[in-house]
């Protein structure tokens, strides 16, 4: 499959995130005005998994799909369309689903990995150099004898101040 098909190929695709300083309700009123939904597609919108939106758009109407929606107060992704679902599967990574199962949510095991790899950002190896810290044992003094500051001692008058005692409810 050629670039030039790949382009032509894009999804918009909505997981129920708003822009900053719009609410819930602003944003789910605006989306029923723009997409004139009912409550069961709002509901599905607003699910927490991803949604594609429209399918098999060119770069230029799939910028205009974002633009509407984030005038709406939507955040949207684009993406690749078949060609990207097609290049996950053979990387073994599952394509989001559309449509909401009735089937209960799962949680991934500790330790999963929840990005797929193209979502991972690639970060440096840091070199620290750990050889001069040590660790003091619990209920010791932090700071050495030669680093601790005198404080002077503080007098405080206070003869002015009574204590009642407290009232009682009866």
């Known amino acids: 499959m050629s670039d030039s098909s790949l382009d032509s190929s894009l999804e918009i695709v909505f997981r129920g995130d708003i822009v900053s300083g719009h609410t819930m309700v602003e944003v789910r009123d605006n989306l029923r005005e723009l997409f004139k939904a009912d409550d069961a597609q709002l509901a599905k919108l607003f699910s927490g998994r991803p949604v594609v939106i429209r399918r098999n758009l060119d770069e230029e109407s799939a910028k205009r799909y974002q633009q509407a929606m984030e005038r709406a107060g939507a955040v949207v992704q684009v993406r690749q369309g078949d060609g990207g679902a097609k ?3 053979q990387a073994g990574v599952q394509p989001a689903e559309d449509d909401i199962s009735d089937e209960p949510w799962t949680l991934f095991p ?3 990995d929840l990005l797929r790899p193209e979502e991972r950002i690639k970060q440096p190896a840091v070199n620290l150099d750990v050889a001069n810290i ?3 044992p619990a ?3 932090v700071l050495a004898a030669n680093e601790r500051r005198e404080q002077p001692p ?5 003869s002015h101040i009574d204590l009642e005692p407290a009232p009682t409810s009866e």
């Open 110 to 112: 500790v330790g999963a």
């Open 87 to 89: 290049a996950a599967v």
């Open 154 to 158: 503080v007098d405080v008058d206070t």
């Open 134 to 136: 040590s660790v003091a």
């Open 139 to 141: 209920g010791s003094d």
